[in-house]
């Protein structure tokens, strides 16, 4: 059971949008940031998203991160089949004192 | 470039111990806090254990609390987890990552340990 909540999967088309949601708590996504990662398969995983919203260089604006009260969503527009990945998002806990993941979430484009 | 280059994974008995050793380059390794992660076959992420760059200070999971240890070599660039008393439940890829603006900014191509009788 993880700390954070994220949907198991979700799917679009390409060429469209999706959004994968993240859920926690006041204490651990409520007060500190959230960064969102990237795992293909077979891969070590690429960090997508740091401080909520911002892109590391060379990730593309098509990926976006938002953060409202104790839930953060990634967003990822004009879907193209190698968008196809696990997606997690993390950040700290204070009361447990340690790093927080997500469970995952594989992103399907149809 | 930054490159992080773990070894020291392989095939152990219950109870017994391994050192995992992850080697930084392309950035000043000093500054940064590093953390190992792990993935077991088929499931998530579980953040394992970090450590700051600036004092050191260490942190872990309440799993490995009291049998593995977190440390590192700044004269090396390296970051190191000594795991004892190590259970079946340990078996997974570990990744050894850069922290940076609270996120694993760089991640190692892991290196697997598998614990089985």
């Known amino acids: 059971q993880s700390v954070l909540t994220q949907p198991p999967s979700v799917s679009a088309a390409p060429g469209q949008k999706v959004t994968i949601s993240c859920s926690g708590s006041?204490?651990?996504?409520?007060?500190?940031?959230v960064s969102w990662y990237q795992q293909i398969p077979g891969t070590a995983p690429k960090l997508l998203i740091y401080?909520?919203?911002k892109r590391p260089s060379g990730i593309p604006d098509r990926f976006s991160g938002s953060k409202s009260g104790r839930s953060a969503t990634l967003g990822i527009t004009g879907l193209q089949t190698g968008d196809e990945a696990d997606y997690y998002c993390?950040?700290?806990?204070?009361?447990?004192?340690?790093?927080?993941f997500g469970g995952g979430t594989t992103l399907t484009v149809l | 470039e930054v490159q992080l280059l773990e070894s020291g994974g392989g095939l152990v008995q219950p109870g017994e111990s391994l050192r995992l050793s992850c080697v930084g380059s392309?950035?000043?390794?000093?500054?940064?806090?590093m953390t190992w992660v792990r993935q077991a076959p088929g499931e998530g992420l579980e953040w394992v254990s970090g450590?700051?760059?600036?004092?050191?200070?260490?942190y872990y999971r309440d799993s490995v609390k009291g049998r593995f240890t977190i440390s590192r070599d700044n004269s090396r660039n390296t970051v190191y987890l000594q795991m004892n008393s190590l259970r079946v439940e340990d078996t997974a890829l570990y990744y050894c990552?850069?922290?940076?603006?609270?996120?694993?900014?760089?991640w190692g191509q892991g290196t697997l340990v598998t614990v089985s009788s």
């Open positions: 450590i700051s760059g600036s004092d050191g200070r260490t």
């Open positions: 006041t204490s651990n996504i409520g007060n500190n940031f």
């Open positions: 401080e909520n919203n």
């Open positions: 993390g950040t700290w806990d204070p009361n447990l004192n340690i790093g927080v």
């Open positions: 392309g950035f000043t390794f000093s500054s940064y806090g």
């Open positions: 990552t850069k922290r940076s603006a609270s996120s694993h900014d760089y």
